[in-house]
């Protein structure tokens, strides 16, 4: 536990010590939410508000969690391997990763309500919605972050490797988070809910097991 | 000559593939409204489904396999069956654009299990993309093998459960296994369809095998 923390704590300090690069990454966002706005002219129907802002959403945690294992030099690598274990280091990435994704979507989903309206009617719902989606896209982006790292020129392949195993979780989220826009009860909440934990927790246990078959070079 | 004790399950698969071929055409089908005589499309479109379904389990237990004890030939058996796992994905795709062009008008709809589907092809693409980009023999398989395990567990849930949760589905078999529609299934057309998945799945495997010895040949003569 002590080593899991100190690895988080390690994290978020070289990420205060460079706030340039998560300023960008949060610029990133906001551009596309401008963008977004401007595409529009403003008026957006409320299914297409919906998926619009978890597109965003999606593509800047790809963005973000691109660097969980991008940013290492090898020879860092090698020095963190013989200090730590390796299911330590995955899993504190992975809570790092939702603490940076959770951040980051609340801060985009912010400017998005002021920019392009708010349509949200149960508000807990939506919160809910994007804890959910944070830890899930923590879990499988970091995951495939590590698998692109073992390659050199890695953007676009995290990208391959990881939007398609973002579906069935993102088809989940935008299921709660409709019923968070629409005045419209949903009849399976709790058991949307409950699917979208598992999933989290499959997505976590997944990495957890198979993250030392990677590491060992 | 086939050896008879060796080869019979090859046999088999041709027969069986070749009975419901023939019978699948041939055998007097219920005419339900809509579809009509593209019922017999079942035989065909379903059976790819089940033998990408097999395959793809295949590549995965080889995957664990080679995590277990690097073997450079266990990791040739997991890519081959990821390889003719994809191509019955495309044929399952193509025969079921062709029926939902018949039946729902159009080839292609949001759907859950059209979705699933589409989504499963997609990550074995990446899977091979993957394979393509890292050169060194032994991370390549390493590395692939980690993504097809965690690939393939999502993909499960995917397939599986997801279209269960769905509200709304216009694909048949929703309820219990979605490629398994088979409770109202007339019982004439059970002798036809049960054969078929038999058949594909065997011959599947002997492409599958044929597969791996083309490849070990090649990799023999990269090494002289």
Redesign the interface.
Request: aromatic fraction near 10%; charged fraction near 10%.
């Given at each position: 536990m002590k080593q899991i923390y100190w690895l988080i704590r390690r994290d978020i300090l070289l990420e205060l010590r460079q706030p340039q690069v998560i300023s960008g990454i949060i610029l990133h966002a906001l551009g596309s939410v401008w963008i977004a706005y401007l595409a529009f002219k403003g008026i957006i129907p409320t299914n297409t508000w919906n998926s619009l802002l978890w597109i965003i959403l999606l593509f800047s945690a790809v963005h973000s969690s691109n660097r969980a294992f991008g940013s290492d030099s090898g020879g860092r690598k090698l020095y963190y391997y013989t200090l730590a274990d390796a299911r330590h280091i995955i899993l504190a990435k992975i809570i790092y990763n939702i603490l940076l994704i959770l951040t980051l979507s609340a801060i985009t989903s912010m400017v998005f309500l002021l920019f392009n309206g708010n349509p949200i009617l149960h508000p807990l719902r939506f919160i809910l919605a994007l804890l959910l989606a944070s830890i899930g896209l923590a879990g499988i982006l970091t995951f495939t972050s590590a698998i692109a790292s073992q390659e050199a020129r890695n953007f676009s392949l995290m990208a391959i490797l990881s939007l398609p195993l973002t579906a069935p979780l993102l088809l989940l989220v935008i299921r709660l988070s409709t019923s968070a826009i629409q005045p419209t009860v949903a009849s399976n909440l709790s058991a949307m809910v409950l699917a979208l934990l598992l999933l989290d927790i499959l997505c976590i246990t997944l990495a957890w097991i198979l993250f030392p078959y990677l590491w060992m070079e | 000559m086939p050896k008879l004790k060796k080869d019979w399950w090859k046999i088999t698969g041709g027969l069986l593939v070749a009975y419901s071929l023939i019978a699948g055409l041939s055998i007097h089908v219920p005419q339900l409204p809509i579809i009509y005589e593209s019922i017999r499309n079942l035989f065909y479109h379903v059976s790819m489904w089940f033998t990408m379904t097999t395959m793809m389990a295949t590549a995965f237990i080889f995957s664990i396999k080679y995590?277990r004890q690097p073997l450079a030939k266990t990791d040739t058996a997991a890519v081959q069956a990821a390889a003719v796992g994809l191509f019955f994905g495309f044929l399952g795709i193509v025969t079921g654009m062709m029926w939902a062009n018949f039946t729902w008008g159009k080839p292609w709809t949001n759907d859950?299990q059209l979705?699933g589907a589409a989504?499963a092809i997609?990550?074995y693409l990446?899977y091979f993309?993957?394979r393509s980009?890292?050169d060194d023999q032994e991370?390549k398989a390493?590395?692939s093998?980690?993504?097809n395990?965690?690939?393939f567990?999502?993909m499960l849930?995917?397939i599986g459960?997801?279209p269960r949760?769905a509200?709304h589905s216009i694909h048949p078999g929703k309820s219990g296994n979605p490629a398994l529609g088979v409770k109202g299934l007339d019982p004439t057309m059970r002798l036809v369809f049960y054969p078929a998945v038999l058949g594909w799945i065997m011959i599947a495997f002997w492409i599958w095998k044929i597969r791996i010895r083309i490849k070990t040949i090649h990799q023999k003569i990269a090494e002289l």
């Open positions: - | 995590l859950p979705n989504t997609l990550v990446a993309v993957l980009s890292i991370k390493r590395v093998a980690v993504y395990i965690f690939a567990v999502l849930v995917f459960i997801m949760l509200e």
